[in-house]
């Protein structure tokens, strides 16, 4: 493709022989030749400036890998469950049948907060917005049929992040599968849920020291296991700006890095080990430019202020999902546009994977019918659009590169803010990225009721469909019943022992995965083990 | 028939059950208080029990509910019978989120006379508070 023997003349020439030849080497492409349909080949980059790193090389503004969707596509991921685990299963198969390529589990609420499905405080509450999971054979089900060791399984989960790990790692051994060889990601990014996701359940302290132990236990068990995902996407859905989603999340960001700092871990391996997480929003090219800004700006952080040599360290890898807030109830099927283009733009922005929303999900969970619209909308932005042909395609565009610039540089200074104030800990203690996202969040809600930016196909009095999903009003009671059984065929004696274990490691400022992997293999279950850990941390006492 | 309240009119805000998502009832809170009404909010995880006490200690002449979790049916009923049970009906309901057609018509026969989808405009709850409560000051400038 080039010519050797000489020096390179350009900086297209020079990234081609000495980033992109090798990656393609190791990796392959998925096709020999790109080329439109009139017959005109595509490079794999396109440069116009001869000072810019190109996509692989540090800051990685044009992407993290040389040869990008050339090689492989993004993971089409979409998030799914309700119910019980047995009928997620069937939906998860039903997802995988039609070409995804990974799993994401969606929670119930008493499964995120650390309560049972037969737990007073779950009333009401199960298999509602996610499935749930009260024991290591509830996700024996979920997960059945399904290779651990193929698949790579992403799980929404955070306040009890290390339980579902536990669970996950007691699964693979019951099935004879080297835990080494699972593939995934749990969230555990306590810090946006006391900004914007509500499922706190322990103190912040105590929360970030458990959130490090998965971060711990996985960078030294679980080589192909990613322990947090650092996630913008509520604080954007809770009304945050895209600056403002950036430097949020990259704030979290820099507060795991130091509290792992602190714990004594090799930031090199953690660094290689986070992932993020952020929202494909409507403004189609200044969500082009947060992604790469993301990038340019954490990458940078990870060098500078913690002094991170190792480039792979520095990489900002991500999952998108599009924008539900975005969504109207009013003519649903409009959704399906919006989705498309906001998938358009994290494509563009070189997301790892991707989530496209149903176009029914501002009535209720998802229809079938609309999860497989949706995974199509991927695949067809994948297969057709061509899109994925040309690394960054957009790059040294002065209109991306300028805006890039200034994502970065509005993010830049409301980080410099957040250090001001003490770091990121102390300005969610002291309300102030709650009360920049509530402004910005009053500010779009002004401009909605102004109708400067009521979306299309709205209006005051306009019909709102019927909800097209409806829960069987059966599954608290059924969960109930399985929970009584399930705890009546344990050994009452080790599961006592197994809860004083726990206590004791906890108190000890221990890390607890290997003792929460024996106490969930030995039958204790996830509300048991949260209200274990709330004698040691005690609760959140509230924010109103 | 209750005696006629004049002033500014006091609400209470709450979110019971699990979910997290506030955006909303933030929303709500904030435009209410412009509006000169006085608000309090439980913030998140409220009991249906919890919400009857506060609002009964604090005297409100309404109260509004926000569940985005599908829990509305159980939550919102709950709070509408707690009510009754403490003779205290003329307290005005009402709620927003996501809640299924079929259910926003159960919940209205158990007092939830206005119920909110996302998208609804700010002034619109401000507006049918005002007329529920303070009817006779249409008039006013």
């Keep these: 493709m080039e010519p050797s023997g000489r020096p390179p003349r350009t900086p297209a020439e020079r990234w081609l022989r000495e980033v992109h030849a090798p990656a393609r080497a190791r990796h392959g492409e998925r096709r020999e030749v790109f080329e439109t349909s009139s017959g005109i080949p595509l490079d794999p980059l396109y440069v116009t400036d001869d000072d810019a790193a190109g996509p692989g090389e540090f800051p990685f503004t044009r992407g993290i890998h040389p040869t990008m969707y050339r090689s492989r596509l993004w993971t089409m991921r979409q998030y799914a469950g309700y119910s019980s685990p047995a009928e997620t299963n069937e939906r998860f198969r039903f997802l995988l049948g039609r070409g995804q390529t990974g ?18 405080e779950a009333r009401g509450e199960v298999g509602r917005v996610g499935v749930p999971i009260s024991t290591l054979d509830d996700l024996d089900a979920l997960l059945d049929g399904i290779p651990l060791e193929a698949v790579s399984i992403s799980m929404t989960i955070n306040s009890t992040a290390a339980v579902l790990l536990a669970f996950l790692v007691a699964l693979a051994k019951r099935r004879g599968i080297d835990p080494k060889s699972l593939r ?70 820099i507060a795991y890095l130091e509290a792992a700092r602190e714990r004594g871990l090799d930031l090199t391996q953690v660094g290689r080990r986070m992932s993020f997480f952020f929202n494909a929003h409507n403004h189609f090219f200044e969500e082009i430019a947060k992604f790469r800004a993301a990038r340019r700006l954490w990458a940078t952080i990870c060098r500078e202020r913690f002094a991170i040599t190792d480039d792979a360290a520095c990489q900002l890898r991500f999952h998108t999902q599009t ?54 909308s991927q695949q067809i932005l994948a297969r057709e659009s061509g899109v994925t042909d040309v690394v960054d395609p957009l790059g040294g565009s002065p209109f991306i590169e300028s805006l890039t610039d200034a994502v970065e540089a509005g993010a830049r200074a409301l980080i410099a803010e957040i250090d001001e104030r003490g770091g990121t800990v102390a300005a ?117 | ?49 919890g919400i009857v006490k506060a609002a009964l200690a604090e005297d409100v002449e309404a109260i509004g509910l926000s569940s985005l979790s599908g829990a509305h049916e159980q939550h919102f009923r709950r709070v509408s019978e707690l009510l009754a049970e403490a003779g205290a009906e003329e307290i005005v309901l009402f709620g927003g989120g996501i809640i299924p057609r079929k259910d926003a018509e159960s919940l209205r026969t158990a007092g939830f006379s206005m119920l909110y989808p996302p998208g609804t405009p700010l002034e619109k709850i401000v507006t049918d508070l005002r007329a529920q409560l303070r009817p006779d000051d249409g008039s006013a400038p």
């Design chain 1, 323 to 376: 924008g539900g807030s975005t969504l109207t109830a009013q003519e649903p099927a409009n959704n399906v546009v919006r989705v498309a283009v906001q998938a358009l733009a994290a494509v563009l922005g070189g997301t790892q994977s991707l989530h496209t929303n149903s176009s029914d999900e501002a009535l209720s969970l998802p229809s079938e019918d609309a999860a497989q619209v949706a995974l199509r």
């Design chain 1, 184 to 253: 995934g990601t749990v969230q555990n990014d306590i810090l946006k849920e006391f900004i914007a996701r509500g499922t706190q359940r322990f103190p912040v302290a105590p929360s970030v020291r458990l959130a490090v132990d998965t971060i711990e236990y996985a960078t030294a068990h679980l080589p192909n296991f990613y322990p947090i995902s650092v996630s913008g996407y509520h604080i954007r859905e809770a009304g945050a700006t895209a600056v403002e989603e950036v430097a949020f999340t990259l704030a979290d960001g």
């Design chain 2, 1 to 49: 028939m209750p005696e006629k309240r004049t002033g500014p009119i006091r609400v209470l805000l709450a979110k019971p059950g699990l979910d997290g998502h506030d955006r909303g009832i933030r929303l709500v809170l904030r435009a209410l208080r412009d509006a000169g009404m006085e608000v309090i909010y439980t913030g998140l995880r409220a009991t249906p029990e």
């Design chain 1, 103 to 120: 799993l994401s589990v969606a929670f119930d609420l008493p499964t995120q907060i650390g309560y049972d499905s037969d737990s007073p």
């Design chain 1, 428 to 544: 969610i203690e002291g309300g102030f990225i709650r009360r920049r996202i509530e402004a910005s969040a009053y500010r779009a809600q002004v401009a909605i009721d102004s109708g400067d930016a009521t979306p299309v196909g709205v209006s005051a009095d306009a019909e709102i469909p019927e909800s097209p999903f409806t829960l069987d009003p059966t599954v608290e009671e059924t969960r109930r019943r399985a929970l009584t059984e399930y705890r009546a065929a344990r050994d009452p004696r080790a599961v006592t022992a197994a809860r004083v274990e726990l206590e004791r490691a906890s108190r000890a400022g221990e890390n607890i995965l290997p003792s929460l992997i024996s106490a969930v293999e030995i039958g204790v279950t996830l509300g048991e083990i949260a209200s274990t850990l709330v004698t040691v941390h005690g609760e959140y006492q509230g924010d109103a």
